[in-house]
């Protein structure tokens, strides 16, 4: 017996990546497919105007594609800054000026170049019908929409969102005209069918004519980049992570490493969702994003110490200071060496043994709330995942430094982090999360509530989690259902409480019996296991 397996944020994406499945493709086939549809039915994250990570197990290899945005080429280090060198509200959150060089079609077509087999027209066709032919809006996609609108206008944002998107209605057919035209050039010339001609025509005089810098000269210059990515040993498994530009890879790598350590050191065995469990990865999180703001951004711009900040005596002193019951001064929390919120999120598993953990965005949901006019897909606003300002943090609360300024064609960083779990060299868990920087948590807490805490994979994405990133000081964010005198001994010990909800987890696990998958219920995802032979 062989199978298959999708766990992906809506059922009209995981439709089409079942389908390509069925036909023979392999998960990298799948992938591109529901990309393309998600660009259609998930406007508020899937695109063709945003970027995102590709993580590819093929044939015992790993891979990783780095489509993340690029700054434009007229982009500066002050841009968002006013005369008096503050940061101008929301300047690289809405409008044009909020967007960089989108990379997901050039991402796209750099996997089908590598490792695609099926053909490229014959991935990109259901997304153009789905746009052409429209589909019929999910209850929970019209009320984001609705609340959108509701905001934009609430704050007296001049931005076009709502006279592309007003008529998306629940249970009615919507139907996207431009879209399916840019997607039917995709479709016929691949990348050339967005970076040059016709459409980056149409991107660079929207630009022109509303305050934004893409030009067709940045749009000829973008490029996926093809890296390494981070692997390590943890446990009994390997760990296969994001590298930079990505923040993620070495987070969770850091938190998975400090919590073993800590313990070990004290010798207890932490209860799931406990004080001790919740506090101790409260304070591994100040630290990983105190290295974080200091160390991380573009590899092609900076020397990013990624193999210090892995190393096992770093963690060990990093780990060191960490004690029950005690909270660390936010302000004696420094980087350790001597020296973005919506977002979606896919995991596919084909019969081959193959596997794609794919997350892509366009940073807030809906983006900068520009549709290009012509083209039909939305402007990600992902400058604002630069440091406008060094010490000053973006939307999400990181805090950034020179790391990660502004600088021309430069790939802002990201805290998105598809993962991928072997052991003994197979797949035994795939994963990832939207959520800005609550992506970190997402995704390592759903490795320790697979592989620690043994939880069923329905378990792994819906048991509550909980978020602590150094700023605010002493701030947890948590997701409701965590036992009350739980919350109740840590406001005693000095910590602060939010509830929220955050992430939106679609995960493939292996057991015993074989492949399964869940996708988050309080999004509107669909997750299918099928048998194959």
């Not at 591109?32 to 995102?52: D, H, K």
């Amino acid at each position: 017996m062989t199978q298959h397996a999708v766990a992906m944020p809506d059922s009209f994406s995981a439709d089409a990546a079942l389908a390509v499945l069925n036909e023979g493709g392999n998960a990298v086939d799948a992938a591109i497919a529901a990309q393309f549809v998600l660009a259609v039915t998930y406007p508020e994250a899937g695109n063709i105007g945003g970027g995102g990570f590709m993580l590819i197990h093929k044939d015992g290899q790993q891979h990783f594609l780095d489509y993340r945005e690029m700054a434009p080429g007229r982009a500066h280090r002050d841009m968002y800054l006013d005369e008096n060198g503050d940061v101008i509200p929301y300047a690289s959150l809405f409008g044009t000026l909020a967007a960089g060089i989108p990379g997901t079609v050039e991402g796209m077509w750099q996997a089908h170049q590598r490792h695609g087999t099926l053909p490229w027209a014959r991935l990109v066709q259901p997304a153009v019908m789905l746009a052409a032919e429209g589909f019929v809006v999910p209850e929970k996609l019209a009320g984001r929409i609705s609340r959108y609108i509701e905001r934009i206008e609430a704050r007296d944002i001049d931005v076009n969102f709502a006279e592309f998107f007003a008529d998306a209605k629940a249970g009615e057919t919507f139907v996207q005209t431009e879209l399916a035209v840019t997607l039917m050039r995709i479709r016929d010339k691949g990348a050339d069918g967005f970076y040059r001609g016709t459409t980056a025509s149409i991107i660079s005089e929207f630009m022109a004519d509303n305050g934004g810098l893409i030009n067709e000269d940045d749009l000829a210059a973008y490029t996926a980049q093809w890296r390494q990515p981070i692997t390590a040993q943890w446990r009994d498994y390997t760990v296969v992570t994001s590298p930079p530009t990505s923040s993620g890879g070495i987070a969770i790598l850091q938190w998975l490493g400090m919590y073993d350590r800590v313990e070990q050191r004290l010798g207890v065995e932490m209860k799931h969702n406990s004080v001790d469990y919740m506090h101790v990865l409260a304070e591994v999180g100040k630290r990983v994003f105190a290295d974080r703001g200091e160390y991380l951004g573009d590899p092609d711009f900076v020397d990013v110490p990624t193999g210090d900040l892995l190393n096992d005596d770093y963690l060990d002193q990093r780990a060191a200071p960490i004690q029950l019951g005690k909270l660390s001064l936010t302000e004696s929390v420094k980087p350790g060496l001597k020296e973005s919120e919506d977002t979606t999120h896919f995991s596919i598993v084909d019969s081959m043994g193959n596997a794609v953990s794919n997350t892509t965005t366009i940073n807030l949901s809906f983006g900068s709330g520009v549709v290009v006019e012509g083209a039909g897909f939305i402007l990600n606003d992902e400058m604002d995942d630069f440091s406008a300002k060094e010490g000053v943090p973006n939307f999400f609360g990181a805090i950034g430094g020179k790391a990660n300024a502004i600088a021309p064609y430069k790939r802002m960083l990201s805290s998105m982090s598809p993962t991928i779990v072997l052991q003994e060299g197979r797949v035994k868990m795939v994963t990832g999360s939207p959520g800005g920087t609550t992506i970190l948590t997402s995704v390592y807490q759903s490795i320790l509530n697979a592989l620690v805490f043994n939880m069923p994979v329905e378990a792994v994405v819906n048991t509550p989690r909980f978020h602590h990133q150094l700023l605010p000081e002493h701030l947890i964010r948590h997701h409701p259902g965590i036992d009350a005198s739980t919350l109740n001994a840590l406001v005693d010990m000095g910590y602060n409480l939010r509830e929220s909800e955050f992430g939106d987890l679609h995960v493939i696990l292996k057991t015993e019996q074989g492949l399964t998958a869940a996708s988050e219920a309080r999004g509107r995802g669909k997750a299918v296991v099928e048998v194959t032979e």
